[in-house]
């Protein structure tokens, strides 16, 4: 049976179980158990805390998990990532007292406070500034107020609280942070893992993709391909009257009012865009 950790609180919690029931997972939308087996999938989900994820795959106690890359990273987990699942957008950024900082090297020899000391050591280490560590478990953003600290490194994913706290961003983003699938560094082969990882897939491309369906002159069928080029190449079918055919193609999501546009000043009619719910390519 496969073992599968998903997290059990934050920002990736919820968007990791929808996934996973888009993918054919019912019983990981069920979080008030710890455990929940699913028979039918022969997957067994654990319900655990993010930033323990890693750790747990890592050791090779769970074969596959779903975390933050940023977590992955603080952890110093031998885990890989097998798949960017593209929800959980965050940014982990250093922020100082509004005023007292303009760039990074303002903060050499400084006490930063963070949640994520592993990472926050990876990056002093890569940008070459040398500063004091003071590690807090989460809501660091008081760290300055209270005195423990000059400056605070964090995920952000808007910076509010940041800025009601009177701190404000400094620099560029250090690293750009998203949900990810995470498998033991050195893990063999694996069917299920692959069967898992690629629903997984059809999920993510489901949700980039609608399928437009059309009906256009013969004589226009190549210009309205090149509009619609779908993934491999688009459906044309004959109709009753023989100088048209119905056209369907997979449409990138944020493409399609343009595409749309587009085949109706060609001459298409009967335009439909529909939802895709799962797909495998």
């Given at each position: 049976m496969l073992?599968?950790?998903v997290p059990n609180k934050g920002q990736l919690s919820d968007p990791a179980r929808l996934m996973l029931r888009e993918a054919g997972y019912p019983a990981a939308h069920d979080a008030r158990e710890l455990?929940?087996?699913?028979?039918?999938?022969d997957v067994e989900f654990f319900f655990l805390r993010p930033r323990d994820i890693a750790t747990y795959v890592g050791a090779g106690q769970l074969d596959i998990g779903i975390t933050g890359l940023d977590l992955l990273l603080d952890s110093g987990s031998s885990a890989n990532v097998i798949l960017d699942l593209g929800f959980g957008p965050s940014t982990f950024r250093f922020a100082a007292p509004i005023g007292a900082a303009t760039s990074l090297q303002d903060l050499q020899g400084k006490r930063i406070a963070t949640a994520y000391p592993g990472l926050l050591e990876?990056?002093?280490a890569e940008l070459g500034l040398p500063a004091t560590i003071v590690k807090l478990d989460g809501a660091v953003e008081n760290a300055v107020r209270l005195g423990v600290a000059d400056a605070v490194a964090d995920v952000v994913a808007t910076g509010t609280t940041l800025r009601q706290a009177g701190l404000a961003v400094l620099g560029d983003p250090i690293l750009t942070?998203?949900?990810i699938l995470i498998q033991r560094a050195d893990a063999q082969p694996d069917v299920a893992v692959d069967?898992?990882?690629r629903r997984l897939q059809g999920v993510i491309v489901a949700r980039a993709y609608v399928l437009v369906d059309y009906d256009i002159r013969v004589?226009?069928?190549?210009?309205?391909?090149?509009?619609?080029?779908?993934?491999?190449?688009?459906?044309?079918?004959?109709?009753h009257d023989k100088g048209w055919v119905a056209v369907r193609a997979m449409v990138p999501r944020k493409e399609v009012h343009r595409a749309m546009d587009e085949l109706y000043e060609l001459g298409a009619r009967g335009i439909l865009v529909t939802d895709i719910h799962a797909c495998r390519l």
């Open positions: 073992r599968v950790a455990v929940v087996q699913d028979p039918e999938n990876i990056k002093l942070s998203q949900a069967t898992f990882t004589e226009s069928v190549e210009a309205a391909c090149g509009i619609t080029p779908g993934i491999e190449s688009p459906t044309v079918s004959p109709l």
